[in-house]
């Protein structure tokens, strides 16, 4: 059988999407860890 090749709908929409959208949530867990370090030293205070 030779070789075959599938191309699926979209998934170069995805290629672009889902690295940015990877980026957002590790910018927003930074944010976090940081607002959480920050109020520990407010409740320590």
Not at 13 to 41: H, N, T, Y
């Amino acid at each position: 059988m030779d070789e075959q090749t599938v191309k699926v709908p979209e998934t170069e929409a995805a290629a672009l999407i889902v690295p940015s959208v990877a980026a957002s949530l590790a910018a927003v867990f930074d944010q976090r860890k940081s607002l959480a370090g920050q109020i520990e030293e407010l409740l320590e205070a």
